[in-house]
């Protein structure tokens, strides 16, 4: 098992109280075959509980297509896609979003 | 604020028994609300369901499958009931086996991708299902609400009034008033780690239930998914290995190297390796293997391709599954452990909750003007689940969604009660205004490893005793406690958590209340202290409501319509291998 350290940059935004969104950097420890749903789940669990990201009816599975964002600029499916060194998660649609990395589908 | 919605019927869930039963209420003309605490159709278990659809053989060839020839609904419904061990609601079964094949050519007929059949089963997927029965519902005129959570039923005068829900995305408290309701929720899959559902299944639709009145039934029934990855952890939960056993064969060791399944009767062996009876058999023996020390380091056993010539095993696999892809999902690193004989370690996971709501064969609850269906449910499969609970939720689905349709027909909107709307605002917005306490993911990581330990495939009595009892200090001392580290009414995973917690301790401990009581070993609850199936004393259900604050359990004669049950006591796994070898000669896999 390889563990390093990796940089995680997430876009925050509540737009009931910030003027405008600003990104917070997090520092990961990178665990073999890591998602990025595993990195925001790791940062909600051990670092900042007050981060939003779609994951209370999230698959796992590549199935539901919940947890799509913009990582690195990329639209991807948060929980297919691996980690291997630092990123910049952002919602993806940034003109609809209800807080943080969570934005309207509709 | 509180927004307000009204409709004839409320259906609640995002599954295929919730799409379902809104289908089946708005073809009888009722006005239909469906609130789905995902996204309705892309959320709940039905998403991930392998998925083979269930019917018997003889109506699978009417729609030009090559089924079992010589079956029938009455073979079908015997081995239901003899894989249920009896304790099967009779009159539940009849309706599944009467029903099955309707309900899968109405999926049929409105274009179910079908990948192939079987003796008894359509493959297809939970996806194309949840697909057509979303199509479906928005032709018919349901009104889909996404991603709230139905906190609680609304009572007025004894009967149920709408739910009370939380819009996960605003914060905002809704009231959905409405005269009958459809309870389609699914599991409680979060009380576990590691589990085989989606995330927000965590019961809220049978504890509101339960809350409200509704008598529960069979909850120490908990079916477990065998062979689910525990490490590596990058695989943690997948289900792949599963499949692949069935598939393709393989073998299953404990930690000084024994093929531990080679100690069971051959018959139970052969029943529980080639049908879904696996999930109960393996389960519970790997769960035997890891209580008596000879687990691997994770909790679990290892599985590896055994003696089958890794070409052979190979070509098995990328029949069904090309290039080691299955869904989404590249397999390839897997398949590269399998074939350098790296170990992996597997065990079980929560996947199917058999108890839950008490209904008769109109699906309706014990509460006037509630219904239920599917996995929220209990009775159609007894002690132990084989043939599949996607055509449960479909048979199930069309009853109650026509008889809460029809229910509310005669029935005027019942008045909700502004004194009960205000207990729960205050109720939900608790964990908001603490500002310190207790953390919700750490109570739930608690909780589910323990639950895992004492709750999973294998019980005894001290296990069930030291769950109960710290079970009663979290509801005491903890859930008041659960506070958010942010106070945001937008998207705040915490708060979610927190009231999703209240309901996972509930269910938990009714459960482990309801396993200590039955002191037999009968389908997938395995007493070691209790290794008998008791048919003198036992062919009961135990059945909870609530009276005040406090849960009464009693134990109740299950319903027999045409299969009488068996006497005596029997050791389980005599009593397992007199229910395989009741099996009708149809072949296949359920």
Redesign the interface.
């Known amino acids: 098992m390889s563990w390093k350290r990796v940089k995680v940059t997430v876009f925050r935004f509540d737009p009931r109280t910030d003027r405008e969104p600003h990104y917070r950097t997090y520092e990961v420890p990178l665990a073999d075959g890591m998602t990025v749903l595993d990195v925001l789940d790791y940062i909600y669990e051990n670092i900042d509980p007050s981060l939003a990201y779609y994951s209370h009816a999230a698959c796992r599975y590549g199935v539901c297509g919940g947890c799509t964002l913009l990582v690195n600029g990329r639209s991807c499916l948060a929980c297919q896609t691996p980690v291997t060194g630092d990123i910049t998660v952002e919602p993806a649609v940034k003109s609809k979003v209800v807080r943080d990395l969570v934005y309207e589908v509709r | 604020m509180v927004r307000v919605a009204v409709a004839d019927v409320l259906v609640v869930g995002?599954g295929g028994a919730s799409l379902r039963a809104a289908i089946a209420a708005a073809e009888r003309g009722a006005s239909v609300l469906l609130v789905s605490?995902?996204?309705a159709g892309?959320?709940g278990a039905t998403?991930?369901a392998g998925a083979d659809l269930t019917l018997d053989g003889r109506s699978l060839r009417e729609f030009g499958f090559p089924g079992a020839p010589d079956d029938s609904p009455e073979k079908w419904m015997n081995d239901i009931v003899t894989q249920g061990f009896y304790l099967n609601n009779q009159r539940l079964v009849e309706v599944y086996v009467r029903d099955a094949a309707r309900r899968v050519g109405e999926l049929l007929d409105r274009g179910l991708e079908v990948l192939g059949s079987a003796e008894r089963a359509i493959d297809t997927t939970?996806?194309s299902i949840a697909g057509v029965l979303l199509r479906w519902a928005r032709e018919s005129g349901v009104e889909v609400v996404?991603?709230v959570m139905v906190v609680d039923l609304l009572l007025s005068g004894g009967r149920v009034a709408g739910a009370f829900g939380l819009d996960?995305?605003?914060g905002e408290t809704m009231v959905f008033r409405s005269k009958s309701v459809v309870m389609a929720t699914g599991g409680w899959h979060k009380a576990y780690d590691p589990n085989a559902g989606?995330?927000?299944l965590s019961g809220d639709g049978v504890a509101a239930a339960y809350r409200a009145g509704a008598y529960l039934a069979n909850m120490e029934f908990v079916t477990f998914c065998n062979n689910i990855v525990y490490w590596?952890?990058?695989?943690r939960?997948n289900l792949f290995l599963y499949i692949l056993h069935s598939l393709a064969g393989g073998r299953l060791t404990n930690c000084r190297g024994e093929e531990f399944l080679r100690k069971y009767d051959p018959v139970v062996v052969k029943y529980g390796t080639s049908m879904e009876w696996n999930k109960c058999f393996i389960s519970i023996a790997s769960a035997l293997e890891v209580r008596e020390g000879r687990g691997s380091p994770h909790g679990g056993v290892y599985y590896d391709v055994g003696d089958v010539p890794w070409e052979e095993y190979e070509e098995r696999v990328t029949k069904f599954y090309p290039n080691w892809r299955f869904?989404?999902?590249d397999f390839s690193?897997l398949a590269k452990m399998l074939r350098d004989r790296v170990p992996i370690e597997v065990g079980p996971a929560a996947e199917y909750f058999d108890g839950g709501l008490v209904v008769d064969e109109n699906m309706r609850t014990s509460v006037p003007g509630l219904f239920a269906a599917g996995e929220c449910s209990t009775g159609v499969f007894g002690a132990n689940r084989v043939a599949a609970a996607t055509t449960e939720m479909i048979v199930e689905g069309a009853i109650a969604g026509e008889m809460a349709a029809e229910y509310a027909k005669g029935a005027s909107l019942p008045e909700v009660d502004d004194e009960q709307i205000k207990r729960l605002e205050e109720r939900v917005r608790g964990p908001l205004r603490r500002e310190e306490g207790v953390?919700p993911?750490e109570l739930l990581r608690r909780i589910q490893r323990l639950a895992h330990e004492k709750l999973g495939p294998v019980r005894e009595r001290r296990g069930l005793e030291e769950l109960i009892e710290f079970l009663e200090v979290i509801r005491r001392r903890d859930l008041p406690r659960l506070y958010?580290?942010?106070k945001?009414?937008?998207?705040?995973?915490?708060w979610?958590e927190a009231l999703e917690l209240e309901n996972i301790v509930l269910l938990l401990e009714i459960s482990a209340k309801s396993a200590l009581m039955r002191t037999e070993s009968r389908g997938v609850h395995y007493r070691l202290d209790c290794p008998h199936t008791d048919n003198r004393n036992w062919l009961k259900e135990v059945v909870v409501r609530r009276v005040g604050e406090e849960a009464e359990f009693t134990a109740r004669p299950v319903a027999v319509t045409l299969m009488p049950p068996p006497t005596g006591i029997v050791p389980y796994w005599e009593m397992m291998r007199e229910m395989m070898l009741a099996h009708s000669d149809v072949g296949g896999s359920h």
């Not at chain 2, 590596?232 to 695989?235: A, D, N, S």
């Not at chain 2, 945001?488 to 915490?494: A, G, H, L, M, T």
Request: glycine share 12%.
């Open positions: 995002g605490k995902g996204r892309r959320s998403l991930l939970g996806e996404d991603d996960l995305k605003t989606s995330r927000e590596p952890p990058k695989w939960g869904k989404g999902v690193e953390k993911v958010t580290t942010s945001s009414e937008r998207y705040n995973r915490e979610v």
